[in-house]
Structures are given as C-alpha cells and as structure tokens.
C-alpha cells in the first residue's frame, strides 16, 4: 500500500475549476505532536497547531496521517526512500497528466523525526530537480542537514516561535532562513526581520483560480528570506 498524498488549499499548486478547492494532491503530512512526528514541537506551536486541529475535526484524515506515519516510523532509510519515491512519481505523473506546476510541500502536518527519514527525503529531492520542494521545520538536524545539502529545488525554513526563539536566532546565524510565529505580527517582528506571511496579512486569498495562496506567492517555495507569521492574523 502506497502513502497518501493530501491536499492542502493554502499550498495548492493547481485548483478546481471554482478556484475553491486544490486539484491535485501536492503535499505530504504525517501526525503532529511530540508523541508522533514532531520531536522539536514547543508548547507554543502545540497549542496553536492548526493541524492537529484538523485531526481533531476529521476523523478521515487522521486515519491518513497515522496510516503514513506507521508505514515510515520504523523503516530504514532505504525503505523510506522507496515510499517517498513512489509517491513522488505519482505526483509527477499526474501533473503532468493536468500540466500544472511541480511544486510539493513536505509536511502540510508533521515534521522530520529521525535522521533516516531526513536522509531519505534528501535523496528523493536530490533526484527530482524539475520539482520545487518546500519545507517548514523545528527539528534542528533536519534544518541543518538539508540547508547545507544546498539543493537548489528545496525552499527551507527553520520554525520559530516565542519558546525555540534562540535556536531560531541561532540557526539564522548559519543562513538558514526563519519562518517565525507570534502571537502578532509585531510580536514577531521584535525577534526576526521580515515580510509578513500575504495571506495572512490580507494581501492574497486563501486559493483562487491560479492556485494556494504559497504557490502564488512564491517566497517560502523558493526559500527567499524569512518570513513572519501571526496567530491572530493581526
């Protein structure tokens, strides 16, 4: 049995024809949490964890989430690479099939949780150049093993909030690009300098007939600079 792909709408890299849903399923998501895929998770981003809300709410996709994770958890990177690799082929495959624009997100929910599994991944994004791949993260070797792979098709960004903020300060120091959450965005903007996210600010819609508003946007798929995030969206 394969993995599963989901769809994000934020991150879709194709929509439906009502601009209002992703078309194709061009992320990929394990369980949230310290307990499961997260092992960087702070008590900030676990009480505002949009995913594991999602969860919570649909019972479907928790079953998704979990069903990858106990396929991955304890495979080696070998067997980790052959299941990423297939799902990725699929995802090309169907991109092309609807001509849309390869660009994946790795973890709509979830995190890098073991060296093996970032190994794994470091290899599928090195053998798929023609695909944009882009990835948050608070799991510091992940961070640091892919940021000094320097793959050119991986947009990363180390995950900060008020509770990690100097390993986030840290990692920046090395050129490693920070997207970093507060409470406001002038809360975040004390800490680390940049843009604030433009869907949360206002500027893009969720999704419209181009696609998720990441996709539209660009600037954490293609790894430009930091970028800031609010609870309140204010």
């Known amino acids: 049995m394969p993995l599963s792909r989901t769809n994000d709408r934020k991150t879709a890299n194709m929509s439906t024809k009502n601009g209002k849903q992703s078309k194709i399923k061009n992320a990929f998501s394990l369980p949230a949490g310290n307990d ?13 964890c949009y995913a594991g809300k999602l969860e919570k709410l649909y019972p479907s996709f928790r079953d998704l989430v979990v069903r990858n994770w106990e396929m991955l958890k304890g495979a080696s990177t070998s067997e980790m690479f052959v299941l990423l690799d297939e799902m990725i082929i699929d995802f090309r495959a169907e991109c092309d099939k609807w001509n849309a624009p390869k660009k994946f997100r790795i973890h709509a929910d979830g995190d890098f949780f073991n060296m093996e599994y970032v190994m794994a991944w470091a290899t599928v994004i090195q053998l798929n150049p023609d695909i944009q791949f882009w990835a948050y993260t608070r799991s510091d070797f992940a961070a640091e093993y892919l940021h000094n792979a320097e793959f050119s098709n991986l947009g990363l960004y180390f995950s900060g909030d008020p509770v990690n903020v100097e390993t986030a300060k840290t990692m920046e120091s090395n050129g490693i690009n920070v997207a970093y959450v507060a409470t406001t965005f002038d809360e975040a903007k004390d800490a680390f300098s940049g843009p604030r996210c433009p869907e949360q600010n206002g500027a893009l819609p ?20 930091n970028i800031l995030f609010s609870v309140t969206k204010k």
């Not at 499961?36 to 505002?48: D, E, R, W």
């Not at 999704?207 to 600037?219: F, L, M, P, Q, S």
């Open 206 to 225: 969720l999704i419209d007939e181009k696609g998720g508003a990441c996709v539209t946007c660009g600037k954490c798929v293609f790894g430009r600079g």
């Open 36 to 48: 499961y895929s997260c092992p960087g998770a702070t008590s900030f981003c676990q009480s505002i």
